[in-house]
């Protein structure tokens, strides 16, 4: 399965942006989503994640309240709608999948990455 992510873009502070994640190829039955960043010179970070029915949804404490994560089964595709952006929101955006109905919040948790999206806020 590939995972193509989009949607980054240059924003001000306090504006949104909506990111997607598309997976194709042999996809499996169910799977859970996850997204998380990575700024220059620090570890990859959980950002959001949701499990395949939807029904549970985690966040890291640091964009609680301004991000939502949401997905699309029929079109294989998660999103991650970004809003209140702050300059420390800058950073390099992943998605990832795992198969199965359970969503983690740790980088060694997923086995699928996409290539990344970059987000700049701009102050």
């Known amino acids: 399965v590939q995972l193509q992510a989009s949607g980054g873009g240059l924003v001000q502070t306090g504006g949104s942006l909506r990111l997607s994640c598309a997976a194709s190829?042999?996809?499996?039955?169910?799977?859970?989503w996850g997204w998380f960043r990575q700024a220059p010179g620090k570890e990859r970070e959980f950002v959001a994640s949701?499990?395949?029915?939807?029904?549970?949804?985690y966040y890291a404490d640091s964009v609680k309240g301004r991000f939502t994560i949401s997905r699309d089964n029929a079109k294989n595709t998660v999103y991650l709608q970004m809003n209140s952006l702050k300059p420390e929101d800058t950073s390099v955006y992943y998605c990832?999948?795992?198969?199965?109905?359970?969503?983690?919040?740790?980088?060694?948790?997923?086995?699928?990455w996409g290539q990344g999206t970059l987000v700049t806020v701009s102050s």
């Open positions: 990832a999948a795992i198969e199965g109905d359970i969503a983690y919040t740790e980088v060694l948790s997923y086995g699928r």
């Open positions: 190829g042999r996809i499996a039955s169910s799977y859970a």
């Open positions: 949701i499990n395949w029915r939807g029904s549970s949804k």
